[in-house]
């Protein structure tokens, strides 16, 4: 009998993980249909859920603001099983919901509604996280794999109103090894001070190391890189020496981060006001506002629940939104 060689059974075990993968997903999509189909009153039409529900003060106050308790636990994920109906999301490789407490916003960070999204927090967020679409400029920058998504210029991505969008807080940048100057320059463009890095390490299912293609040596890992803004010093919402600089998770979709580096962010600046700019529909979260073209969602006005979104208008038809 012929023993088989390492890279057949990686290869074994690679197949076994998406063939595991997909089974789970056409069980929860048969249970999910199932429920709507018992359910009365329930709308499909559009796929997404209703925003007006999400927890936004209804006299006027700015979007984020008053809203529930952040979870302690992961519920804004993939339910614990086929069964759980109020899991306030479903993670799918297929189909991505809309968390209730999720603003998105779909729109090209080129031509965003700026001022609105600066006016949902009152001037200020308390974290923001970039994921850049960097732009690569090798002939073959990703070693023959596709990439989903469109690259910007480090002109554009600098040209990025940060300045307006906070004054005090935390800014993470995801980088890869050809623009760590180019971000770090950002940092100094945009009146940060670079304090630390975080390393998200990639796994299987299995918890091995999930490598990938690289220019020099194959990668198991990303960095994001973490910087601050503060007059005084050290911003008072953001917490010092609560977490580690280190991440372990499972790797999913293409550019999917991990659900971790939320949580981090969550319990650094506990009950904060969060952006993501460049987000896609797979990271949508929980009381974030979550800007990208590939978002899933209706334009930002829409997405407002009414006495917000008419009270937002106003102030932009009467110059008074945040300049």
């Known amino acids: 009998m012929t023993l088989a060689t390492v890279p057949e059974i990686d290869a074994e075990l690679d197949a076994l993980e998406q063939a595991?993968?997909?089974?789970?997903?056409?069980?929860?999509?048969?249970?999910?249909?199932?429920?709507?189909?018992?359910?009365?009153?329930?709308?499909?039409?559009?796929?997404?859920?209703?925003?007006?529900?999400?927890?936004?003060?209804?006299?006027?106050?700015?979007a984020l603001q008053n809203r529930p308790s952040h979870p302690t636990n992961r519920d804004?994920?993939?339910?614990?099983?086929?069964?759980?109906?109020d899991a306030?999301?479903?993670?799918?490789?297929e189909d991505f919901a809309v968390p209730p407490h999720c603003i998105p916003v779909r729109a090209d960070v080129r031509f965003?509604?700026?001022?609105?999204?600066?006016?949902?927090?009152?001037?200020?967020?308390?974290?923001?996280?970039?994921?850049?679409?960097?732009q690569l400029a090798t002939a073959n920058p990703t070693r023959g794999v596709a990439l989903g998504y469109q690259q910007l210029s480090d002109e554009l991505i600098l040209s990025l109103p940060i300045e307006r969008l906070q004054h005090d807080g935390l800014l993470l940048i995801w980088v890869i090894n050809a623009?760590?100057?180019?971000?770090?320059?950002?940092f100094d463009r945009w009146g940060y001070r670079l304090v630390d890095e975080l390393a998200w390490?990639?796994?299987t299912v299995h918890r091995r190391l999930a490598k990938n293609h690289g220019f020099y040596l194959q990668h198991a890992k990303e960095t994001c890189l973490v910087g601050i803004k503060c007059a005084s010093g050290w911003p008072p919402t953001v917490r010092r020496g609560v977490e580690t600089d280190v991440i372990r998770s499972e790797r999913?979709?293409?550019?999917?981060?991990?659900?971790?580096?939320?949580e981090w962010v969550e319990r650094v600046v506990p009950n904060g006001k969060y952006l993501e700019i460049f987000a896609r529909k797979n990271n949508l979260r929980?009381?974030?506002?979550?800007?990208?073209?590939?978002?899933?969602?209706?334009?930002?006005?829409?997405?407002?629940?009414?006495?917000?979104?008419q009270q937002l208008l106003s102030q932009m038809e009467n110059g008074d939104a945040a300049k």
């Not at 993968?21 to 997404?48: F, K, M, P, Q």
């Not at 623009?179 to 950002?186: E, R, V």
């Open 88 to 93: 306030e999301s479903w993670y799918l490789p």
């Open 286 to 309: 929980n009381f974030w506002v979550s800007l990208g073209n590939e978002v899933t969602g209706e334009s930002f006005e829409k997405a407002l629940p009414p006495a917000v979104r």
């Open 20 to 62: 595991v993968v997909e089974a789970c997903a056409a069980l929860v999509r048969a249970a999910e249909t199932a429920h709507r189909r018992g359910a009365d009153g329930v709308s499909n039409a559009a796929g997404h859920n209703d925003l007006q529900s999400a927890a936004v003060s209804t006299d006027g106050d700015a």
């Open 201 to 203: 390490v990639k796994l």
């Open 112 to 134: 965003a509604p700026w001022d609105a999204i600066v006016s949902a927090a009152g001037g200020n967020y308390d974290a923001i996280v970039m994921d850049p679409p960097w």
């Open 179 to 186: 623009k760590y100057k180019t971000a770090l320059d950002m």
């Open 252 to 262: 999913r979709g293409q550019s999917q981060k991990p659900d971790e580096l939320y």
């Open 76 to 85: 804004t994920h993939a339910a614990d099983s086929v069964t759980d109906w």
